[in-house]
C-alpha cells in the first residue's frame, strides 16, 4: 500500500492522491525519495514524458539553496551567457564558408 510505503496515513494520502490537500515541497521530496524518483519528478519537469535528468534536478537543489538576490544574478548571467551565444550563432550564420582546399 502507498500510505505505508510512505509512513503516512491512508486518509493523508488519499486526500492529497485526490486534489483535496496540496503537495507541499517537503512531502513532494519525501514521495520522490520513498518511490526512488528523480528529484523534482513530481513538479512536473519533463522533457518528452521523461522525468528532468539528473543534471537538470541537480541545477534545481543547488539553485534553491542561493539567496533570492543570488538567484537574480546568476539568472542575469545566464541570459548574458544565452544572448552572447545567439550573438555567435548569428555571426557565423552570416559569415561565408571558406571554400574546401583540394587534398
Same mark, same amino acid.
Given at each position: ?11 493523508? #494520502? ?31 519537469? =519533463?522533457?518528452?514524458?521523461?522525468? #528532468? ?27 548574458? #551567457?544565452? =544572448? ?9 550564420? =552570416? ?9
Amino acid at each position: 500500500m502507498l500510505a505505508q510505503v510512505l509512513d503516512r496515513q491512508t486518509g493523508y #494520502v488519499s486526500r492529497c492522491l485526490n486534489g483535496e490537500k496540496p503537495i507541499g515541497e517537503v512531502f513532494a521530496r519525501h514521495v520522490e525519495q520513498s518511490l526512488h524518483l528523480p528529484r523534482y519528478w513530481l513538479d512536473g519537469e =519533463r522533457s518528452e514524458g521523461r522525468p #528532468v535528468s539528473t543534471r537538470h534536478a541537480a541545477l534545481l537543489e543547488r539553485f534553491d539553496a542561493l539567496t533570492p538576490n543570488q538567484q537574480i544574478e546568476l539568472l542575469d548571467l545566464l541570459e548574458r #551567457v544565452r =544572448r552572447r551565444n545567439e550573438e555567435i550563432y548569428q555571426h557565423l550564420q =552570416r559569415k561565408p564558408q571558406a571554400p574546401a582546399e583540394p587534398g
